[in-house]
């Protein structure tokens, strides 16, 4: 990696060769966060797509970006290739259990291709779903569309962060202020934060080569976040 493409803000702007290598990479990696989709039914073991999901990446030609991560805050590698969160288990869930009727299931999915990371999820609600439920994922959805709407070149992130923000609420849901998305490519995580609140005009300008993952989360109410699994 040529390091002149970090700038001194801290951002890590992708040539022209690797977005495009990026783009795709990306696109085989939502064929396969798709098919996984499909085996999501009640009595699906958490593990079985786990196990589903490396062996897709692996025949793409890819690597598991999750399996063997160590954050700076985590006691011991990731074990998994997907993140499985179940109901009220926001994100980073390790793959446990089965999936029942009504739950609200989170994949994420992460693959390194060409030696560049990419990083994808889904929520799939199981039948039956409260109107409530339905709603939350709506208004989720809804806010990441809106998002990328605004994800254009001269915006500034803040304007990003106040689309999500505003979205949720109009729901009638809470935006989750302290977990947000990140910049991706040279790293699975990279500068900068992208943010579910924020202020027009305000924050990183959007510029050629900024390549973010935009992750929208919402609850029903204020919430607490705690640790499930102090090793993560």
């Known amino acids: ?15 022209e060769e690797d977005i495009k290598k990026m783009i795709e990479g990306g696109k085989k990696l939502v064929e396969i966060l798709f098919e996984i ?17 490396e062996e897709l990446i692996l025949k793409t030609g890819g690597r598991p970006a999750f399996k063997g991560y160590k ?20 994100v980073h869930g390790i793959p446990k259990g089965f999936v029942e009727y009504s739950d609200i299931i989170k994949i994420d999915i992460g693959m390194i291709w060409k030696n560049l990371y990419l990083d994808c999820a889904i929520t799939v609600g199981i039948e039956p779903l409260s109107d409530e439920d339905k709603n939350l994922i709506k208004a989720t959805l809804e806010a990441l569309k809106k998002a990328i709407d605004v994800f254009v070149f001269g915006n500034k992130l803040g304007e990003v962060g106040f689309v999500i923000e505003k979205t949720i609420k109009s729901f009638g849901f809470k935006p989750i202020y302290n977990l947000c998305g990140h910049g991706v490519g040279y790293n699975l995580h990279e500068e900068p934060e992208v943010l579910n609140f924020g202020q027009k005009n305000k924050g990183v300008t959007i510029t050629s080569g900024l390549v973010v993952a935009i992750e929208p989360m919402a609850s029903k109410t204020e919430i607490a976040l705690e640790n499930k699994d102090e090793s993560f």
């Open 37 to 53: 989709k499909e085996k999501i039914k009640p009595g699906t073991k958490a593990e079985d797509l786990d196990k589903l999901a």
């Open 1 to 15: 990696m040529n390091l002149k493409t970090r700038t001194p803000k801290g951002l890590y702007l992708k040539k």
């Open 71 to 90: 954050p700076f805050f985590a006691k011991k590698p990731f074990p998994s290739s997907i993140c499985f969160s179940k109901n009220e288990i926001v």
